[in-house]
């Protein structure tokens, strides 16, 4: 070791101990493992693999009931969505109607 190592020497990481300042280890969650809000919900999530399980959860879907109110209201709206666009592009609508 010369003269010179003392200013030629690596210098090491400095380490640093971080923990957050509301962090409640006793509570729920990790606070650094980042999840979407709603995982626990969904059905498609940790699937199991292979295609009698995919048919199965296919099946299982198909069975639960939706909102009716939702598919009503989708209804509406996509009608009228279809209406503007035959509007704009000036469509005659009296084809549908007898004379």
Excluded: C, H, W
Aim: hydrophobic share 40%.
């Amino acid at each position: 070791m010369g003269m010179l190592s003392k200013f030629t020497r690596l210098k090491r990481n400095k380490k640093f101990g971080y923990a957050p300042r509301y962090f409640d280890d006793k509570g729920k969650g990790n606070p650094f493992k980042i999840e979407p809000k709603f995982d626990q919900y969904r059905s498609t999530l940790n699937a199991p693999r292979g295609l009698k399980g995919k048919f199965g959860n296919a099946m299982a879907d198909m069975r639960r009931q939706g909102d009716n109110n939702l598919k009503i209201r989708m209804a509406i709206i996509l009608a009228i969505l279809v209406l503007i666009v035959l509007f704009i592009i000036d469509f005659d609508l009296s084809i549908f109607f007898p004379n």
